[in-house]
């Protein structure tokens, strides 16, 4: 039986357990033994990382092959067009190659916790809030896929991996489920 931790990982956190002496990494908020993230969530953003104690699975979460569904919640610079949405969902062409089609939809804005440090917000440009379904794992893939149709994100928080959800999961907080089956 795997054990998987779900973890609602803060801003400004590193997706492992090392780092230089003044990051933030997650040694200070896991403490458990034998587990490894299945996949990375960049320091920049926030929300729900998957860390196992079994290497077959966390290959299968993490291996962009199996396609496994990630949910991002995205607060973007400006107010969303159809036809930005309409780019993301066939798929942009970024420096490293096109991405996959995405699922985009603009959504109100979701009641998160506050981020510390806030973002940057400026006086005379709305934001607005999309959330963005892709199957693939690209180094800073959302937020090069938003920048590319004029929409930089200004925060970013995913929200699920295949079945695992935060659901509720409080920010630094993680829970312990074990995993008998696929997610």
Same mark, same amino acid.
């Given at each position: ?8 990982? +803060?801003?400004? $956190?590193?997706?492992?357990?090392? @780092? *230089? ?11 458990? #033994? ?9 320091? !920049? ?7 196992? &104690? *079994? ?6 979460? %993490? ?5 496994? +569904? ?25 420096? &490293? ?7 985009? #939809?603009?959504?109100?804005? +979701?009641?998160? /916790? ?12 709305? =934001? %607005? /809030?999309?959330?963005? =379904? ?7 893939? $959302? ?9 930089? =994100? ?9 079945? /695992? #959800?935060? !659901?509720?999961?409080?920010? @630094? ?5 074990? *995993? %008998?089956?696929?997610?």
């Amino acid at each position: 039986m795997s054990r998987i931790i779900l973890f609602n990982k +803060p801003f400004g $956190v590193l997706s492992q357990f090392t @780092g *230089d002496q003044q990051e933030n990494t997650l040694a200070q908020y896991i403490q458990h #033994k034998g587990f490894y993230a299945a996949g990375r969530l960049d320091k !920049d953003s926030e929300g729900l990382l998957l860390l196992t &104690d *079994d290497g077959k699975l966390q290959q299968q979460i %993490s291996n962009p092959k199996y396609r496994k +569904p990630k949910v991002y919640l995205a607060q973007v610079e400006g107010l969303v067009t159809e036809e930005a949405l309409s780019m993301l969902r066939s798929g942009v062409n970024l420096k &490293d190659g096109s991405t996959l089609p995405a699922k985009a #939809k603009v959504i109100d804005e +979701p009641k998160l /916790w506050k981020r510390d440090p806030p973002i940057r917000e400026r006086q005379n440009i709305p =934001t %607005s /809030w999309i959330e963005l =379904t892709i199957r693939e794992g690209k180094n800073r893939q $959302v937020r090069r896929m938003t920048a590319a149709v004029g929409f930089p =994100t200004l925060r970013l928080v995913r929200a699920s991996i295949g079945d /695992w #959800k935060l !659901d509720g999961l409080q920010l @630094g907080k993680f829970r312990i489920i074990e *995993d %008998s089956a696929e997610a």
